[in-house]
């Protein structure tokens, strides 16, 4: 799964499937408690690495990919879980 915005991350196969898995979860997570919502994130997380899969963020200097781990990968779980399909940008 890659981190960033635009093109490559979006038609990445690895942010695809993220992106169908949290669209498959977000019913049941919209109706969780705040305490319930954090526990049931990392189940998404876990279902990345269980499939091999794993999260990365491009280091502007350098221009290469680096893996985050842990919290930094249940927050971009979190945020796909809350995002509304189709939603449009602000501008």
């Known amino acids: ?3 960033g915005k635009g093109g490559q ?11 169908q898995w949290a669209e498959e979860m977000k019913p049941e997570y919209s109706q969780l408690s705040k305490q319930e919502k954090t526990p049931y994130s990392w189940k998404l997380v876990h279902k990345v690495w269980e499939k091999g899969g794993r999260f990365l963020e491009k280091d502007d200097e350098s221009g ?3 893996v985050i781990f842990d919290k930094d990968a249940r927050l971009k779980a979190s945020q796909a879980l809350r995002e509304e399909k189709g939603r449009k940008k602000k501008k």
């Open 64 to 66: 290469k990919y680096y």
């Open 1 to 3: 799964v890659l981190g």
């Open 9 to 19: 991350s979006i038609h990445h196969p690895g942010n695809i499937q993220f992106r």
